[in-house]
């Protein structure tokens, strides 16, 4: 069966100082793969999303980048954090095409920049 | 860009009372998803509504999409606590993106 990976759980990090949160897919193979933000337990931002190795497309200018090394690893990083960098990061991952398909959700990492 | 608007943002119920949370697609819908998400933690798929006027069900909780209206409505029948939570939509194909979410209390 497929299962995702994400961590770590909680993160706290002082101002400037870098991140990198790692996501891995086990199961399945050229998923879609997506990275969220979520602050204050609303809504969820879409970050970045990768249909493929290397191919990362942004949604929201920012602090953060993507990178997809491998077909089911995806890394979220900044050089230098922000305080409002702080907020809750979830991965996600859905099967391409097929007109669409639900996704399957980490458990997410609560991130504190201070 | 398409955007979803969710309605009530908060919602706060008694036991044993029904509810229904609405979401709006300000484009076209080809389908919609529904997800709940426990404070803190990833999202659950609740259900997957794929054309108009398909309603689906899953325990207490019931789903309608509305095509034309580019709408969706999600009912909760006889609440409980465990149904507290986000509840979020989204549009079926192409990029996964959500609506802001609406937070439900459920009032023992």
């Known amino acids: 069966s497929q299962t995702i990976h994400q961590w770590p759980a909680t993160l706290v990090q002082p101002v400037g100082s870098p991140l990198s949160l790692e996501c891995t897919v086990e199961?399945?193979?050229?998923?879609?793969l997506y990275w969220y933000r979520q602050a204050a337990g609303r809504g969820l931002q879409l970050l970045f999303y990768?249909?493929?190795?290397?191919?990362i497309s942004s949604e929201v200018p920012q602090n953060l980048s993507a990178s997809r090394p491998q077909d089911r690893q995806f890394i979220l990083s900044s050089k230098k954090l922000l305080l409002s960098d702080s907020g809750f990061y979830l991965c996600?991952?859905?099967?391409?095409?097929?007109?669409?398909?639900?996704?399957?959700f980490g458990q997410g990492t609560r991130l504190t920049v201070v | 860009s398409q955007e979803l608007e969710q309605s009530p943002q908060s919602l706060i119920v008694q036991e044993g009372k029904n509810l229904t949370i609405n979401c709006t697609s300000s484009?076209?819908?080809?389908?919609l998803y529904w997800y709940k998400q426990k404070y803190g933690e990833g999202l659950i798929f609740l259900m997957m509504?794929?054309?108009?006027?398909e309603e689906k069900s899953h325990e207490k909780i019931t789903a309608k999409l509305d095509e034309k209206k580019q709408q969706s409505s999600l009912h909760i029948t006889a609440s409980q606590p465990s149904h507290a939570g986000i509840y979020l939509c989204?549009?079926?194909?192409?990029?996964?993106?959500f609506g802001q979410g609406t937070e439900l209390s459920v009032k023992p």
């Open positions: 484009k076209t819908l080809y389908g």
């Open positions: 199961g399945t193979s050229n998923p879609n």
């Open positions: 996600a991952w859905s099967v391409p095409g097929r007109g669409g398909t639900e996704a399957f």
């Open positions: 990768s249909v493929g190795i290397g191919q």
């Open positions: 989204g549009p079926r194909g192409g990029k996964l993106i």
């Open positions: 509504l794929q054309k108009g006027g």
